[in-house]
């Protein structure tokens, strides 16, 4: 069994194909699925999966790249919280965090910060873990969690961080993910990562339909490519597939406060 701990089922390229994506990655061993919102509008979508697709659980949450739609102090926040009185399924916060990538004004730094901690204050609110988003930026996401902790902790998607940082983010009990780039032949960071921290801090991830794995680099990432992720690790650390399975798949229902049975 696998938990895809985020997938993007709600974007256009997989939402259309829906049902098909789904049976496919369960036939290879995916029984849960968490579809992450980036916006009010995908957030909504993946509630509505969620709702549908008795695997799928969702999180809804508004990207540091979608700053502009974020309305700070109001609207937006109560928006997301509205959404969480509609459906049992939704388990976490995210994709919420901060991206230096693509904004490197002061200005846009600092209002994606306020972002960050608003939709923190809403995932305390409701003893939520969240998703975290952190690309250029790991850093001001690190002094951010520390200074203002989530309850729950969460997940750092797509990790993309040293190994010194993934251990001081597992020290807040945050879990480390990893996707598609694990396989890519220059992530040797990631390797290490992988390689370094305790097996209970492991979970699995496609970021799908983005970053599929080796050999599938550059196409459409589809769900059940997720399988050449796991086995690319449970290979790097000389461990039987099923037992990283097993054990990735435990972690991720921990955190997610999901029954493994359900
Ligand atoms: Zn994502």
Redesign the pocket.
Known sequence: MIFDT?I?LNEERLLSNLDQYIKEAEEIGVKKFLC?G?DIDSSKKAIEIANKYKNVYCSIGV?PTEHKQYEIGGKTLKELESLLTTSSKIVAIG?IGLDYYWEKEEEIKNKQKTIFKEQIDLANKYNLPISI?SRNSIQDTFDILKSCPVNQSGVM??YSGSKEMATEFIKLGYKIAFGGVLTFKNSKETKEVLSNIPLESIVFET?AP?LAPTPFRGKLNEPKFIYETVKYASESLKMNFDELRKISFHNSCKIFHVKEND
């Open positions: 985020h993007h992450v980036w990207i994709e988003h998607h797509c970021d983005y």
